[in-house]
């Protein structure tokens, strides 16, 4: 079979295409409306398309809540949880023209389930910021992940210390770091109280190693005399000798860089054998299990805080009042730190975007008093070292009660722990 002239096929095409557009003018109008048709139908589905992409892109912002859902943090994890839900509440569920969700994920006290968690959130790209944590360890775990994906992660409870050195400038906390409350409370010994005469209990953990080096360090250029420097086991027997030695010390002030076990133990070795002075904590004295372990004996002791909640200041007196009238109870410093922590995520986004790498930038502005976020607890931001600049607070122990020390607090700038 012989085969076909192409030009011939394509001669025949075209003779066919001029009949079409010179036959007759009812014939020409006919296909000028089919073809104004087709233009117009696709002009439609490009639009359409375009829509349901800006659709896409304009859904919700999801701001990740990591939290402990269940174990020996449950109440903890809750806590920060029904905080960052007031702020979104608060703000209408929206930032700017863009509803925001929130949603809650499980991350317990464990470096796999942490990283599985971490790995969920990385690869979701209606994640915009992750808020949370109450563990170090995940922390430091997760921090590669997110920095990566070009995460931020707020953090409002972890003060531990080597969390802060590897953040990469994508973590960001609201909490002050432990050797920073020491040497705050250094300050306070002699600026809020007027002594000068201290000692130094250590248990020797990397805790206690923490906060005695940086109180130490603090110690001498405020001029603050080291009476005694006593190191104890978390037992009662080393708690009596170093009640015995400071005894013979005589020191205004005693400085507890222990961690609950042990610093209890020397308060109710203390009380026991009448020490007298006043007696400084960390953070961790100041949790209502001590209290119970030492009752009485923890009478009048002074420890750092980040927040005083009832104390009659209208901002922290109108987030308690706000927190108890939507969920049936009152907070604590951690549904504070959750607080805080939503609100200025919700706050960067409105000025950012939800774009990650734009939020990072947004969050990596507030990097000096005239961009310091305004916390419950007063004005926040962030240093490239990992830190936040941050006020720091003094509560005492009455009747089993965290009430405001007098005073609650003195000027001290984080800066000068650090250097």
Avoid at 143 to 164: G, K
């Amino acid at each position: 079979m012989p085969k076909k002239n192409p030009g011939t096929f394509n001669s025949k095409l075209m003779k066919q295409h001029r009949w079409l557009f010179a036959a007759s003018p009812s014939l020409r109008v006919a296909a000028s409306v089919r073809t104004g048709l087709l233009l117009l139908l696709s002009v439609i589905l490009t639009f359409c398309a375009e829509k349901a992409e800006q659709r896409e892109e304009s859904g919700p912002v999801r701001i990740a809540v990591v939290v402990p859902t269940a174990g020996s943090l449950k109440e903890e994890g809750h806590m920060l949880q029904l905080g960052a839900l007031l702020a979104v509440h608060e703000a209408g569920g929206r930032v700017a023209d863009q509803s925001v969700e929130m949603v809650v994920y499980d991350s317990p006290c464990e470096v796999e389930g942490a990283l599985s968690t971490a790995r969920r959130l990385a690869a979701d790209p209606s994640v915009r910021v992750v808020v949370g944590y109450l563990c170090a360890e995940p922390l430091r775990a997760v921090l590669p992940i997110y920095q990566e994906a070009h995460l931020a992660l707020i953090n409002p409870t972890v003060s531990a210390e080597y969390i802060r050195t590897n953040g990469g400038h994508h973590l960001f906390p609201l909490l002050y770091g432990d050797g920073e409350q020491a040497a705050f409370l250094a300050a306070y010994i002699k600026i809020g109280l007027g002594l000068t005469r201290v000692a130094v209990i250590s248990d020797a953990s990397t805790y206690g190693n923490i906060l005695e080096t940086s109180f130490s360090a603090a110690a001498k250029p405020l001029g603050l005399e080291l009476v005694a420097k006593v190191s104890i086991k978390p037992n009662q027997t080393e708690a009596a000798r170093a009640v015995r030695l400071l005894q013979e010390a005589g020191p205004e002030a005693i400085f507890l860089a222990t961690t609950p076990k042990a610093g209890g133990l020397f308060l109710l070795e203390r009380h026991h054998q009448h020490l007298t002075g006043v007696v400084l904590g960390p953070d961790q004295l100041g949790e209502l299990e001590l209290y119970e372990m030492v009752g009485e004996a923890a009478e009048g002791l002074l420890v750092c805080q980040p927040i005083l909640l009832n104390t009659g200041n209208s901002g922290e007196g109108g987030f308690v009042h706000r927190f108890a009238l939507l969920h049936k109870r009152q907070p604590d410093w951690i549904a504070a730190g959750g607080y805080d922590a939503m609100r200025l995520a919700l706050e960067v986004l409105k000025r950012s975007g939800p774009e990650r790498e734009a939020f990072l930038d947004g969050l990596r502005a507030i990097s000096g008093p005239d961009t310091a976020f305004a916390s419950l607890s007063g004005p926040v931001y962030f240093k490239k070292d990992g830190t936040s600049q941050r006020p720091l607070y003094v509560g005492t122990i009455r009747q089993g009660r965290l009430r405001a020390a007098k005073p609650p607090t003195v000027p001290f700038p984080v800066a000068a722990s650090r250097k």
